[in-house]
Nanobody, 126 residues
């Protein structure tokens, strides 16, 4: 299994970024997927989740209304569109594959996932 995030960058407050996560080595379309972030000096924070076929999503309170999770199963790719970025969004963003098929995980606990990407850095600063 391989998860490779990309798209992180330095952006000004109010700006936008789109993160991607390319998945390989498992049946991507059978798994819900999550984005989890970790800011410097803080614990991991669950950001968003999407179900296996992409028609159901969920968001953490801190990003609701600003971020959009999506996926293209034909491309084995997960996305996170981030708008109206704030300095508090500065973190390393990880995509994560749950242990079990067919569920959405609303949790940042490492035990809920069996594979993580290497992360992509998002820095929001003027």
């Amino acid at each position: 299994v391989q998860l490779v995030e990309s798209g992180g960058n330095l952006v000004q407050p109010g700006g936008s970024l789109r993160l991607s996560c390319a998945a390989d080595g498992f049946t991507f379309s059978s798994y819900g997927m999550s984005w989890v972030r970790q800011a410097p000096g803080k614990g991991p924070e669950w950001v968003a989740a999407i179900n296996a076929n992409g028609d159901r999503t969920a968001y953490g309170d801190s990003v609701k209304g600003r971020f959009t999770i999506s996926r293209v199963n034909d491309k084995n790719t997960l996305y996170l569109q981030m708008n109206s970025l704030k300095p508090d969004d500065t973190a390393v963003y990880y995509c994560a594959k749950p242990v079990s098929k067919g569920i959405m995980v609303y949790d940042s606990a490492r035990s809920a996932y069996d594979h993580w990407g290497q992360g992509t850095q998002v820095t929001v600063s003027s």
